[in-house]
């Protein structure tokens, strides 16, 4: 009997890829977020209305992870944005290494802003680091308050949280306050902002948000 | 259910190492997950079962422990470690939000047994 010691970790050949994609992401000063939330929060539609309310100029492009369907990616492609479709094909998430080959289908150099749209999940794709430069979780109020205490990680690890669909407030049980008292608990440097997908309230915030990141990114990268 | 991936990630890192050693046969796994993993061991445990019956490397009665690691924090500004409960991400000594996560996210093969 021979005991072997190894100690790497197990999602280390995701972890080089994600490296790869933020090096090369970096180099082209493209900003890169990773939009993950539970199915049906609205994530496609926060997508819709960022395309519609995008400040001139600045250029965006989509990946869209779906385990089997096109839909979304179509929802994105009427409206002139490039997008690439992955299918996972049953995997619950996107991984750093599913990425890769799809960023040879658009002109990255017409590219300021990517958005990958992750698989309708809380739970795996908070594991997997796409070489992103921020995630952005998607929660809408109809989900109940209780989700960020029960889904801790992808709190966690997010920069910023759209409270998706407040428009629907008044119908929910949804407690805003306790909401914002544990996604501070897990985690005090998110951004949240709430927000209505469907009416555009709160998107200015958001709006800006993302421009500023963009402008950071390509700065960073001119240096 | 990312676990199966997670699984594949550990039975490709073991043809990997075995072949380096020489190891035609392993018997056990032993796994260290962080509790702040979205990892569920039942869920490793079931896909490891899956893969066992599949992967020659693996034997038939190939046993998969799991040790469990606690979410550990530091804080950054009164340098006070201590285990974070309920993913409340606050420093119980001079209550900072400054946080920097220590342990919980481990994912790794600690060792593996075979011949």
Redesign the interface.
Known sequence: MVKVRLATPILQENDEAARENRELFRERGIFVLNLMSSPGSGKTTTLERTIEQLPEGLRLAVIEGDIYTTRDAERIEARGVPVVQINTAGACHLDARMIKPTLGDFDLDAVDLLIIENVGNLVCPAEFDLGEDARAVVLSVTEGNDKPMKYPLIFRLARVALINKIDLLPYTDCDMEELGRDMALINPELTVFPVSARTGQGFTLWMDWLAEQVRHKQAASRQ | ??EY??VD??V??LRA??AE?N?KQI?RVALVVGK????VPDALQFSFEAFRKEEPLLKEDAVLEIREEPVMGECKDCQHRFEIK?????CPSCSG??IK?VSGRE?????????
């Open positions: 259910m990312h991936s997670m990630g550990i490709r890192q190492s075995a050693n190891i018997s702040l993993t979205m990892a309920d993913y409340e991400f606050i939000v400054n996560l994912l790794y093969i600690e060792y593996y047994e075979g011949e």
